[in-house]
């Protein structure tokens, strides 16, 4: 093959904020397929937040992404060039290849997925990644039961728009967390959340006590900082805290601020747990299919954010994470 791929590495580790010169942009020729490898040619990448912890050079639950190393990714690629038993030229398969045009794949970590059955984005989202995280967060670290009240942050993102639909579907009353009216609109319309609250526009605090009269007894959180504080002043007895994130923190320059109101943990006799999905692995399929059944059925509407480029756009795509751009799930589709 004679092609070009290009590449984005991590050229320098940030400090605070990802800049445009943390990144080098490269290419070299896309290498041929060696006995049992196959070649993808990548058509969407996976913006995630949590990529943004991934090129800081402290331990966490995936090493940290080396200096001058491809960027870290979830994509989708199509097979253009295979010696691999399993997977064949035209075949579509999710695994973490990296941001670059071309990767060239033993099949380990590999997954085929059916265009025909989703769109291709849409498992790097509610079938993917977010969806798993959604679902067993909620589920499973949240131990969510009918007629519950759940309040998430982050609610219009990729995991949060999924954790509210969910918890409807399990018979909740669910508040979302989201910066702007026109999330807020779309999660009291489109998305069947009993209430919305705009975090840059509305006292949180007030609003929670509006939202949620008998307190809160999962709160998902993707946020962290004040959002996480506000609701730990509003749990209902035996409340569960999910820990799935906290955005608002992975730029700091200086210490996570914690929460200062986590008392209401003892007096509540609640729980605050983390999580990461890469656990729940073995059962993901299981996931797969309810949430497939859920999506088919119209009972979760998927909300993806799909912005049209190159790899080359990689780092301006990653930033719309971090200033509230994108409605659901964020991915770059490569044209
Ligand atoms: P996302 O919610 O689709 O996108 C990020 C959203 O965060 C933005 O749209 C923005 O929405 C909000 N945000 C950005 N800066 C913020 C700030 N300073 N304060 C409050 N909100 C802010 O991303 P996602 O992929 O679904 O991920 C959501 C969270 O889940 C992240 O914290 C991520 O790290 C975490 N996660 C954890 C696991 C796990 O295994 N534990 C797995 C996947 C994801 P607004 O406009 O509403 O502010």
Same mark, same amino acid.
């Given at each position: 093959? /004679?092609?070009? +791929?290009?590449?984005?590495?991590? @050229?320098?580790?940030?400090? &605070?904020?990802?800049?445009?010169?943390?990144?080098?942009?490269?290419?070299?020729?896309?290498? @041929?397929?060696?006995? &049992?490898?196959?070649?993808?040619? !990548?058509?969407?990448?996976?913006?995630?937040?949590?990529?943004?912890?991934?090129? %800081?050079?402290?331990?966490?639950?995936?090493?940290?992404?080396?200096? #001058?190393?491809?960027?870290? @990714?979830?994509?989708?690629?199509?097979?253009? *060039?295979?010696?691999?038993?399993?997977?064949?030229?035209?075949?579509?398969?999710?695994?973490?290849?990296?941001?670059?045009?071309?990767?060239?794949? %033993?099949?380990?970590?590999?997954?085929?997925?059916?265009?025909?059955?989703?769109?291709?984005? /849409?498992?790097?989202?509610?079938? &993917?990644?977010? #969806?798993? !995280?959604?679902?067993?967060?909620?589920?499973?670290?949240?131990?969510?039961?009918?007629? *519950?009240?759940?309040?998430? =942050?982050?609610?219009?993102?990729?995991?949060? =728009?999924?954790? &509210?639909?969910?918890?409807?579907?399990?018979?909740?009353?669910?508040?979302?967390?989201?910066?702007?009216?026109?999330?807020?609109?779309?999660?009291?319309?489109?998305?069947?959340?009993?209430?919305?609250?705009?975090?840059? =526009?509305?006292?949180?605090?007030?609003?929670?006590?509006? $939202?949620?009269? %008998?307190?809160?007894?999962?709160?998902?959180?993707?946020?962290?900082?004040?959002?996480?504080?506000?609701?730990?002043?509003?749990?209902?007895?035996?409340?569960?805290?999910?820990?799935?994130?906290?955005?608002?923190?992975? +730029? +700091?320059?200086?210490?996570?601020?914690?929460?200062?109101?986590?008392? =209401?943990?003892?007096?509540?006799?609640?729980?605050?747990?983390?999580?990461?999905?890469?656990?729940?692995?073995?059962?993901?399929?299981?996931?797969?299919?309810?949430?497939?059944?859920?999506?088919? %059925?119209?009972?979760?509407?998927?909300?993806? $954010?799909?912005?049209?480029?190159?790899?080359?756009?990689?780092?301006?795509?990653?930033?719309?994470?971090?200033? #509230?751009?994108?409605?659901?799930?964020?991915?770059?589709?490569?044209?």
């Amino acid at each position: 093959m /004679t092609a070009t +791929n290009r590449q984005i590495r991590l @050229a320098r580790r940030p400090v &605070g904020e990802v800049r445009a010169e943390d990144w080098a942009h490269g290419a070299e020729p896309v290498p @041929a397929a060696g006995p &049992g490898q196959f070649v993808g040619r !990548t058509r969407y990448v996976s913006l995630d937040p949590a990529m943004r912890g991934w090129l %800081d050079d402290r331990p966490s639950y995936l090493p940290p992404v080396g200096l #001058g190393e491809v960027m870290r @990714a979830g994509s989708v690629v199509e097979v253009v *060039e295979s010696d691999h038993p399993k997977f064949r030229v035209g075949d579509h398969v999710v695994g973490s290849f990296g941001v670059q045009e071309y990767v060239v794949s %033993d099949g380990k970590g590999a997954l085929k997925v059916d265009p025909a059955l989703a769109p291709l984005s /849409t498992y790097l989202g509610a079938l &993917g990644m977010p #969806g798993m !995280t959604a679902y067993f967060g909620l589920l499973d670290v949240g131990a969510l039961k009918e007629g *519950e009240t759940v309040v998430v =942050s982050g609610a219009a993102g990729a995991v949060g =728009s999924l954790v &509210g639909q969910i918890a409807r579907i399990k018979g909740c009353r669910v508040v979302g967390i989201a910066g702007g009216p026109e999330k807020c609109a779309l999660l009291t319309g489109e998305l069947g959340f009993d209430a919305a609250i705009d975090y840059h =526009s509305e006292d949180l605090r007030k609003a929670l006590r509006d $939202h949620a009269p %008998d307190g809160i007894d999962v709160y998902f959180d993707n946020v962290g900082g004040d959002v996480l504080d506000a609701a730990l002043t509003r749990l209902a007895m035996h409340a569960r805290v999910v820990l799935c994130g906290a955005i608002s923190q992975y +730029n +700091n320059e200086t210490a996570v601020q914690g929460p200062s109101n986590y008392l =209401s943990l003892l007096v509540r006799r609640a729980r605050m747990e983390g999580f990461v999905v890469f656990d729940y692995a073995p059962r993901y399929p299981e996931a797969a299919r309810e949430l497939a059944g859920w999506i088919a %059925d119209g009972r979760i509407k998927v909300k993806e $954010h799909v912005v049209e480029g190159t790899v080359d756009d990689f780092p301006t795509v990653l930033g719309m994470l971090f200033r #509230g751009e994108n409605t659901g799930k964020l991915v770059l589709r490569l044209s």
